[in-house]
């Protein structure tokens, strides 16, 4: 039998592992009405797993194909990302930097004690210094410029990772069990969103935004949009490729393909209030699977509130994403996660 997880850096052997993801219907009265199923991203693979794992693909590619033997990054002290990136290196031969925000604490998180285990180096820098990380003179203001590697941005927000998203909704096209009415997913900064929009047709796609971010989700969603509507040469190659310029082709999506949720933000980035924790329990009692605060519950309670106000045609079929995170649960007391 062919390995369930990441063992080797290639596209095709991505690709196997994400069809292998499996769909299941989620058996609930938290969701009435409604047929709800979800595609578990989380079990892509037991450490690199949901859509970060996505995002790092062609980022991976392209830093095996030039050469780099280092991979930078950056992040929170909870960063889905960071933990993704530090897990890749080590599985895939990268050393890696991670410059994470804040001051070094006394004791470090979960998360950055794993990417430690897994041999990231961390770099501390001041919120100031961090406000910079867009900006070209980055690395060099860290002294961290070197020709030997490759920087991601947070959250493996480039184009390469847009790719692979779109690679993602490709498999979900070809491997999807049903035919389902809506896609819903967590978005954050909406570049999932973008990739599956651009590359999944006749599926309506709707995101729940998990933090209070204004307009700032819809508009960069919207700018990812179009630079993957626009042939480029950046990350050439793959299936993120194709899926590409067969959307050019065929019907190219625009903002008003966006469907974003706002309302179910529950205060705002992490926040995670006793009503959310109850609503996460439920689910996972109910369901057998496990969420994370911080987007896939979310996502959960923002559909079960619009199901339950009869928002959703009935009888709709809805597929949810499970993006991941799971290990973001470590960062919230075992008392509130496992309570009864
Ligand atoms: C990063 C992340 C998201 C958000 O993805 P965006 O592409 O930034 O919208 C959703 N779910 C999980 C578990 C994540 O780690």
Redesign the pocket.
């Known amino acids: 039998m062919k390995p369930r997880y990441l063992t080797s850096l290639d596209l095709d052997a991505f690709i196997e592992a994400a069809r292998e993801v499996p769909y299941q219907r989620i058996d609930s009265d938290l969701f009435p009405n409604i047929e709800v199923w979800i595609r578990r991203d989380?079990l892509l693979d037991p450490i690199i797993s949901?859509?970060?794992a996505y995002?790092l693909l062609f980022n991976l590619i392209e830093a095996k194909e030039q050469g780099a033997d280092t991979l930078i990054t950056c992040g929170g002290a909870w960063?889905?990302?960071i933990h993704a990136t530090a897990a890749a290196g080590a599985r895939f031969g990268f050393r890696t930097i991670g410059i994470i925000r804040g001051e070094c604490p006394p004791v470090l998180s979960a998360t950055l004690l794993d990417a430690e285990r897994f041999g990231m180096q961390l770099r501390f820098v001041t919120r100031e210094q961090y406000r910079l990380r867009n900006q070209s003179e980055f690395l060099k203001l860290l002294g961290l410029e070197q020709e030997s590697a490759l920087y991601i941005p947070e959250?493996?927000?480039n184009l390469a990772?847009a790719r692979g998203?779109q690679l993602l909704g490709k498999v979900i096209e070809a491997t999807a069990p049903i035919r389902f009415d809506q896609l819903w997913?967590?978005?954050?900064?909406?570049?999932?969103?973008?990739?599956l929009v651009s590359s999944i047709t006749n599926l309506p796609v709707c995101?729940v935004e998990?933090l209070k971010a204004g307009n700032s989700?819809r508009y960069d969603?919207q700018r990812w949009l179009e630079a993957l509507n626009s042939p480029s040469p950046v990350c050439g190659r793959g299936v993120g490729e194709r899926a590409t310029s067969a959307t050019t082709r065929n019907q190219v999506k625009h903002s008003a393909d966006l469907y974003l949720n706002n309302k179910y933000h529950c205060g705002g980035y992490a926040k995670y209030p006793e009503y959310l924790q109850k609503f996460q329990r439920a689910f996972e009692h109910q369901s057998g699977i496990p969420l994370?605060p911080?987007?896939?519950a979310k996502?959960m309670y923002g559909l079960h509130q619009e199901a339950t106000a009869g928002r959703i045609p009935p009888g709709s079929k809805i597929l949810t994403?499970?993006?991941?995170?799971?290990q973001?649960r470590r960062g919230f007391p075992p008392a509130v996660m496992y309570k009864k």
Request: aromatic letters at 2%.
């Open positions: 989380d949901g859509n970060k995002k960063s889905n990302h959250g493996g927000a990772g998203t997913l967590a978005c954050g900064t909406g570049l999932t969103l973008a990739g995101g998990v989700i969603a994370d911080l987007y896939t996502l994403l499970h993006s991941g995170g799971l973001g």
